[in-house]
C-alpha cells in the first residue's frame, strides 16, 4: 500500500510540473529561433546621485551607467589643477646661461675663498675698502671682473624672465639685445665717471667711486643668480614676488651706492653743485626714466 501511495504522489507531481513550465530552461535559442523579449527595466539613473563619481580612490569601479552630460563631471575629477608637470628643455636658453654662471661663481671662490666676506666688509667698513681697492688694482683683478660679468649676464637675465613671466611680452629671441643695452648702460657709465674725472680733476676720488660700483655688482651678482634660479626652477605664481625682491635689492643698493659716492666726492661735490646736478640728471636719473618709459611700453 504504501508503494501504491508514493506512486500516486509522484505521478501527480510529474503532472503538476510539467504544466507549469511550458519550455526547457536549457535550450539553446540560434538565430532563427525566436529570441524570448527581455523584461523592461525603468530607468533609475536620473535618480542616482553621482556621490560614488567622486570617490578619491582610482581603482573604485563604479557600476553606474554614464550619461553624456556626466563626461566634463569626470574630467574634473580625475585632472586636478597643479597635477601638470612642467618639463625644462635642455635646450632652454636661461637654463645654459645659469649653468655658465655657477662655473664663474665656482671659479670665484676657488680663486678667493673669503670674496663674498670681502664684498660685505667692504660696504660696512671705508677703510677697508680703500684697501682692497689698492689690493685688487681698483676692481681690474681677475675675481672683480668675474664678478662684474656675472652680474651683467645675471641682470639681463632677471629683466628677461621679469618681461616674459611677469608681463607676459614675447621677448623669444631679445635676451642678446637685452644684453648689450645692460652692458652698455653700466659700462658706459664708467667711462662717463673716468670722462667727468679727467674734466675737473678728482681722479683719485673717481677711482675709488668706481671700485665701490664694482663692489656693490659683484654682491648683486650673488643675489641675482639666486632670483634668477628661483625664477627657472620655481612655480610660475613665484614671478611677480621675485620681480618685485629683485627690485628692493637693486634699489636698497643703488641709494647705498649713491651715498658712498657723495662721502667720496663731498669736498667736489660743495665745490661744483651745479656740475654735480648736471651729472646726477644726466647720466643717473635719465637712465632710469627711459627704463620706466620701456617697462611702461611693454
Given at each position: ?125 671705508d677703510n677697508f675698502l680703500k684697501m682692497m681697492h689698492y689690493e685688487q688694482s681698483g676692481g681690474r683683478s681677475t675675481v ?78 650673488i643675489i641675482f643668480l639666486t632670483i634668477n634660479i628661483l625664477f627657472v626652477f620655481g612655480p610660475t605664481i613665484w614671478s ?26 663731498r669736498r667736489h661735490v660743495n665745490n661744483n653743485v651745479f656740475h654735480f646736478f648736471l651729472y646726477f640728471c644726466a647720466f ?15
Amino acid at each position: 500500500m504504501r508503494k501504491h501511495y508514493l506512486l500516486v504522489v509522484f505521478f501527480m507531481g510529474f503532472i503538476t510540473l510539467t504544466n507549469s513550465q511550458r519550455t526547457n530552461p536549457f535550450n539553446i535559442y540560434h538565430v532563427e529561433d525566436s529570441v524570448p523579449k527581455a523584461v523592461v527595466i525603468e530607468d533609475v539613473t536620473e535618480e542616482v546621485t553621482s556621490n560614488k563619481l567622486e570617490g578619491d580612490n582610482p581603482f573604485n569601479i563604479s557600476h553606474i551607467p554614464i550619461r553624456k552630460n556626466q563626461y566634463k563631471q569626470i574630467e574634473q575629477l580625475t585632472t586636478r589643477p597643479g597635477q601638470g608637470k612642467e618639463n625644462i628643455s635642455i635646450t632652454y636658453g636661461p637654463l645654459w646661461i645659469l649653468a655658465i654662471s655657477l662655473c664663474f661663481l665656482a671659479y670665484m671662490f676657488f680663486v678667493r675663498r673669503n670674496h663674498l666676506m670681502s664684498l660685505l666688509r667692504s660696504l660696512s667698513n671705508d677703510n677697508f675698502l680703500k684697501m682692497m681697492h689698492y689690493e685688487q688694482s681698483g676692481g681690474r683683478s681677475t675675481v672683480y671682473f668675474l664678478g662684474y660679468s656675472l652680474f651683467l649676464i645675471n641682470f639681463a637675465l632677471f629683466l628677461y624672465l621679469v618681461a616674459q613671466n611677469v608681463f607676459s611680452a614675447v621677448v623669444d629671441k631679445s635676451l642678446v639685445f637685452i644684453f648689450i643695452g645692460v652692458t652698455g648702460v653700466f659700462v658706459g657709465k664708467h667711462i662717463v665717471i673716468a670722462l667727468v674725472s679727467w674734466v675737473f680733476e678728482f681722479q683719485k676720488e673717481a677711482q675709488l667711486y668706481n671700485f665701490t660700483i664694482i663692489t656693490i655688482r659683484n654682491l648683486l651678482a650673488i643675489i641675482f643668480l639666486t632670483i634668477n634660479i628661483l625664477f627657472v626652477f620655481g612655480p610660475t605664481i613665484w614671478s611677480k614676488a621675485l620681480a618685485i625682491i629683485g627690485a628692493f635689492f637693486f634699489v636698497i643698493f643703488l641709494m647705498s651706492r649713491y651715498y658712498k659716492g657723495i662721502k667720496i666726492g663731498r669736498r667736489h661735490v660743495n665745490n661744483n653743485v651745479f656740475h654735480f646736478f648736471l651729472y646726477f640728471c644726466a647720466f643717473e636719473l635719465s637712465p632710469w626714466v627711459i627704463v620706466y618709459k620701456l617697462a611702461n611700453g611693454i
